[in-house]
């Protein structure tokens, strides 16, 4: 019987028709036509990065050219009958020989066996139908070589199928295969014993492993699939199925392949949205992802939802700890002996080479596909050795030094950009389907399980804080008391104020918000003292209702929840959380204002609201500075740089020192503490790669660098600390003297512990009740007369500014206007539209259109990497000024501007500034 593990035919495309390429690959491997490999090698080079070819060049190949090109990944070459004896050192598997003279049967004996695949052209497939079997019969070597046939005078789909049926490939130009004609070839060796005359289809996922389901095929189908490269198929009893057309849980065709019995079709595809089974949340009818598969799949639901501070974010988040660990990974799989520690090393290896994969976007299809490609080389790599590859990686990491001209600004663009287009998708989701939508994205990433509860009550709050010991009940009640005394005291410094104005009176009222959502981080690393710091905090400003989303919220989390006076606790975290805040879902209500540190998610979502929202700040990795003179202790001091490194791989610990001795001293007991500290992995990492020591001549140049860079947090371990704390001018929290451990900020001596971090200390505040009031202001005017010249002034300032509405509505105002005639006739219709009460629109709206965000965005990075120059360039472009006009005005050139206005309009500005 004829061979027919093979595709039945091979679509034949030339260098102008590579835009074919992706519909014609849905059947299988492709033969590419070409001038010369040499002329042509770019080209070639970028189709066979992506797809499966079989080139065909038109002028003969030298040995070094077909090397070449079968080492970039081409399946097989075609070789004249004629050149074959030249490329005698390349494997004769990967050479498709084009016989010279089919016709001649005689000259059969000259042609070369052994091949993996021998090109036929016939005038007429039906003529010569005998003889190409006679001659498969001879040189198919029992099927290890493939016959392919090219004919001018094809009939598709008759020939196509008797070819198939001797064993034979069809070779079909891309021209012949325009409209269904693809599909009509495709199909014409299928057959079926069902009576509908379907096809039995297994669907397959495109990475390789997973069998979806099964579903049916039919001509029509398949003609669809093709013209759409979509997962369609047949059901049996509803006609023609597109698979995700109305739920949008679609399926991009990657190939349809048949096997040997054509009866039996396999579809593989790369599924979108929900799975291809019926069962919510399933991807696989039969069994389901396991190995280095179901690795990815966790791996990828983790760059969205790993916990702040869990191990794995550490890997997403520092490049030099996957280093090392990849590097230990593959030594100690180095020096693995039985097979279950071979086992268990490679294991460790895959997980650390997986991070690193998903951390790049790159899938196990992606590095299979590198593998394959490697498999078809010829040539091999020599497989030399870098031995001094390890020792050059493996360097013992303390705190490197700097000079004061060395030192790098800490200002770090807190929001993600693919975490931020991550969350904006999560926050128009929840915004557009509220609970349903909250809860799918909690259960999608971990947050809760199926079926468990989204909100904790007061009463489910109070439980867990009545099962906690009477000692961690009293840590928690103690904390939260003097978080509470410290914000009120702030609270008290914010205070109604008047001021009398000519006329009348203008002041102000302090007002909290309404409604609050505090997040605090959860998971492996949750955070009572963030719950505390946010909802004590709130409570004591005055807020009404608070709020609390933890993810995944622990006994002891709950219970600050409780002790903080919350109303609610929403067990959810990253974006998902944030939108419901911001939009409120079910239970949890619309927030005024939203605060707390999260992770890249978090932030991303916040920066996203806010406008929307008040927030209190955008957050990234922590920070402290430590300056410490002789009189302090080396081992308090690289603990406290410690206690900064163990939060985040990403965190900065720096020391100022104005002695290099103490300087030594810290660094050897920066060692001497990691190589006990358990939390040694990710403090050694931070320290390593972004934490450094700084010798200082004076005080002022350490006040200096601290005002350079504007610390989250700032240690005085000196002599004189109180009087150098009078030269700091720009931190986040100050903590004074030897024994104010920045750590007792943390754990709520009182101030807040959520404070602004990459130098953002310049322009922001930490949270404080200040972050949830409001200073609303306000103006009465009792007599008009003595505050005519006030009006007269707005009525000539809208008129400068254009503003004739405003003009007019202050003219109203003045004394000598006579409203007598100023009512005219009532409007039918009216001008205003009437609404009922509860039809009033909210006024809610987002302030920042996308698409001016995107552009803001790009002229942002402009400026910020080209400065001076990018500024000029955009200023000029978008009419700003003109060429060559000044930029910049500086005090003088604005003294003149004014100077020039008639005294009317300098006297109008005058007294309004005043």
Known sequence: MPDRSIQSLLPSVTLDETAEIPRLSLVGDLLVQCASLKQNSEALQSILKEYAVCVQP???????????????????????????????ELPPSRLCVEISSFEDKDSWSSIPTGFGSYLVSVKSVTDNMDQLREFVAQFSNKGSSQVMVRSGSLNIPDDVASLDAAGIQTILDAKSLQGDMLAKAFCAPLSTDRPDGYFSTVVADYRGEAVLGLAFSSHESIAEAIKRQRGVYQSRRRGLWIKGETSNNHQDLIKISVDCDRDLLVFTVKQHGQGFCHRPYANTCIGGEKGLRALQSTLEQRMENAPAGSYTKRLFDDEAM??????????ELSEAKTKEEVAAEAADLFYFAMVKCAKAGVGIDAVEKVLDQRGLKVSRRPGLTKPEFIKAHLASPYLKRLSPSEIPAIHRDPVDPKAREIAESILEDVKDRGELALREHAVRLGDVKEGAPLVLTVEELKEKFDGLPSKTQGVLTRTAERIRAFAQAQRDTAKDCDLPVVGGVAGQSIAPVEVAGCYAPGGRYPLPSSVLMGAVTARVAGVKTVWVASPKPDAVVCAAAYVAGVDGLLAAGGAQAIAAFAFGAGPVPVCDAIVGPGNKFVTAAKSLVAGSVAIDMLAGPSECLVVADDTANPAVVASDLLAQAEHDVAARAILVSPSEDMIKKVDAEVGAQLSKLPTAETAKVAIEKNSFAVLVSSNE???????????????????????????????????????SAEVLGDYGAGPNHTLPTGGTARSYGGLSVHTFLRARTYLRIDDVKAAQEMVQDAVDLALLEGLHGHSRSATLRLPSTDLSNTSPPYSDPPVLKRLQANDIPCLHRDPVDRKAREIAESILMDVKARGETALQEHSIRLGDIKEGAKLVLRPSDLKLKFESLSPKDQGILTRTAE
């Open 701 to 739: 140049e350490a006040a200096d660098i601290v005002n350079r860079l504007a610390p989250e947090h700032l240690e005085l371990h000196t002599a004189d600390a109180e009087k150098l704390s009078e030269l700091m001018e720009h931190y986040g929290a100050l903590f004074v003297g030897h024994n």
């Open 322 to 331: 996957l280093k090392s660990k990849l590097i230990e990974e593959a030594i």
């Open 58 to 88: 038109e002028q003969p190949a030298t040995p070094e050219e077909a090397l070449a090109i079968l080492n970039k990944g081409a399946t097989k070459l075609v070789v004249k009958q004629s050149n074959v004896a030249e490329l005698s």
